[in-house]
């Protein structure tokens, strides 16, 4: 479960707030003047997710590498058809 701390307990208590945080593998909500305000995320959990962002970078990257080269004329061409079939399939 993710549980919210006052970013005042924070402050005064960062070391003990951490190694709650590390002992039960589970983010922490900071919340200043009751508004959400930041994270604070166990290493593991910080390191798998820029893995899995890193990734999906990765795929659009390729993604680009591999695009058909189109002028403007052609994608505009493609959008007006793609519109015209979605406004004729919702019977618009």
Do not use: C, H
Request: glycine share 6%; hydrophobic share 40%; no cysteine.
């Amino acid at each position: 479960m993710i549980r919210e701390i006052r970013l005042e307990q924070v402050a005064q208590k960062l070391d003990e707030t951490l190694s709650e945080m590390e002992a039960n593998q589970s983010p922490l909500i900071v919340v200043d003047k009751g508004k959400r305000k930041g994270a604070l995320v166990p290493m593991e959990f910080f390191e798998r997710w820029m893995a899995e962002r890193e990734a999906s970078f990765g795929y659009f990257d390729q993604l680009k590498t591999r695009a058909v080269r189109s002028s403007e004329a052609e994608v505009a061409r493609d959008v007006e058809q793609a519109i015209r079939e979605v406004r004729g399939a919702s019977g618009r």
